[in-house]
T-cell receptor, first 114, second 111 residues
């Protein structure tokens, strides 16, 4: 069964360092998302991406964050200068079309900022 | 309460019993979805109910939606130890299909 894959599964970084989290969405999907879940808290929407541009973003998604689809298969989330409060699980998700409803999530990348 | 709030926060039942989790939300929605998350793992989609539907079944799952009360319930019948997980409702109300998740119900099914 096709699945969304994410790498790395866990990354530890020092505060102020740049981090890139990678995702390979399901191949025929057109809409891509990043969500994050701080330990013990809700899953929060960060950004949606369609047709090589951001379609929606939340207040969390500030100038420290960026997304890119560099090669038609990978979908990346970059955090330019990590802060302690960026420690969380980051989930990538994809959907084939707007009216299909179900999002397919990856297993997540756990980011720990020291 | 915030969009997509579940209750109870935690539920512990014996195997074979039914588990009911509730979700309330505040804004109008396109659909409401339920997801499951095992500890430290990703989110697995369980069932989607559209705003014009009132009830939906999938295997041992039964979901209801009351748009007048802005609430939904998830019923898991004949629970199994393997059903132990966190269950989240998520509302879809935006044009870009982003989901707003609730805080979840931690279900523990005791063997």
């Amino acid at each position: 069964e096709p699945e969304v894959t994410q790498t790395p599964s866990h990354q530890v970084t020092q505060m102020g360092q740049e981090v890139i989290l990678r995702c390979v969405p399901i191949s025929n999907h057109l809409y891509f998302y990043w969500y994050r879940q701080i330990l013990g808290q809700k899953v929060e929407f960060l950004v949606s991406f369609y047709n090589n541009e951001i379609s929606e973003k939340s207040e969390i998604f500030d100038d420290q964050f960026s997304v890119e689809r560099p090669d038609g298969s990978n979908f990346t989330l970059k955090i330019r200068s990590t802060k302690l409060e960026d420690s969380a699980m980051y989930f990538c998700a994809s959907i084939q079309a707007r009216n299909t409803g179900e999002l397919f999530f990856g297993e997540g990348s756990r980011l720990t900022v020291l | 309460s915030q969009q997509g709030e579940e209750d109870p926060q935690a539920l512990s039942i014996q195997e074979g019993e039914n588990a009911t989790m509730n979700c309330s939300y505040k804004t109008s929605i396109n659909n409401l979805q339920w997801y499951r998350q095992n500890s430290g793992r990703g989110l697995v989609h369980l069932i989607l109910i559209r705003s014009n539907e009132r009830e939906k079944h999938s295997g041992r799952l039964r979901v209801t939606l009351d748009t007048s009360k802005k609430s939904s319930s998830l019923l898991i019948t004949a629970s199994r130890a393997a059903d132990t997980a966190s269950y989240f409702c998520a509302t879809d109300s935006g044009s870009a299909r982003q989901l707003t998740f609730g805080s979840g119900t931690q279900l523990t099914v005791l063997p």
